[in-house]
């Protein structure tokens, strides 16, 4: 297993386009976490499922942002309209959920709204 | 909700230097991380650490619960040490969402 995968690593897009991420969680894990990091801060709570249920939402993640999390593999972050604001490092996370193991990052996905 | 905070927010150490980053939260924790974010934007899973003392290599951490810190010791600093710190909690201790300082900067140079 290679860790947790975030695929695009950077996107470039025009205020109002839809944009789409993707990430692959280590493979026995059942938790998955995405976080917006913005510069010079720490790392944002978004969302999390276990397998396919998506168990919480923050009160930033707006209308504009949906996640899926399809047969509790991998997971999509969606951002519709987007806009200058939305610029950040999106993070995406995985945890075995019990064990004591903690939680693996992947790379992220820098997204620049122009 | 719970609050992270982490000092001091910037460190500069020569190599070979020895520092410790703390990390102080304002409620009880069931789960406690540090991690270390490279310059290019990874996080790095350095402990998970809700109570007691854990060692690995050149890096330490202690957790306090009861007093509500947590401590990170780094021993003889390299440049590749250089980064951002953070700590990171989970008071409902399901697994559930982390809540992150601010971070500590650290600048190593040679």
């Known amino acids: 297993d290679t860790g947790v995968s975030q695929d695009p690593r950077h996107k470039i897009t025009k205020r109002g386009q839809n944009v789409t991420f993707r990430c692959d969680p280590i493979?026995?894990?059942?938790?998955l976490y995405w976080y917006r990091q913005t510069l010079g801060q720490g790392p944002e709570f978004l969302t999390y499922?276990?397998?396919?249920?998506?168990?919480?939402k923050s009160r930033l993640l707006s209308d504009r942002f949906s996640a899926e999390r399809p047969k509790g593999s991998f997971s999509t972050l969606e951002i519709q309209r987007t806009e200058q604001g939305d610029s950040a490092m999106y993070l995406c996370?995985?945890?075995?959920?019990?064990?004591?193991?903690?939680?693996?990052f992947g790379s992220g996905t820098r997204l620049t709204v122009v | 909700g719970i609050q992270v905070e982490q000092s001091p927010p910037d460190l500069i150490l020569q190599e070979g230097a020895n520092s410790t980053l703390r990390c102080n939260f304002s409620d009880s924790v069931n789960n406690l991380q540090w991690f270390h974010q490279n310059p290019w934007g990874q996080l790095i899973n350095l402990f998970y650490?809700?109570?007691g003392t854990k060692q690995n290599g050149r890096l330490s951490a202690t957790t306090v619960a009861t007093e509500r810190y947590s401590l990170l010791y780094i021993s003889s600093s390299q440049t590749t040490d250089s980064g951002v710190y953070f700590c990171?909690?989970?008071?409902?201790?399901?697994?559930?969402?982390?809540?992150f300082g601010a971070g500590t900067r650290l600048a190593v140079h040679p």
């Open positions: 990171a909690v989970d008071e409902s201790g399901g697994y559930n969402k982390l809540i």
């Open positions: 650490i809700p109570s």
């Open positions: 499922f276990q397998n396919e249920a998506q168990l919480e």
């Open positions: 493979s026995e894990h059942n938790r």
């Open positions: 996370a995985s945890s075995p959920g019990t064990g004591g193991y903690g939680y693996t």
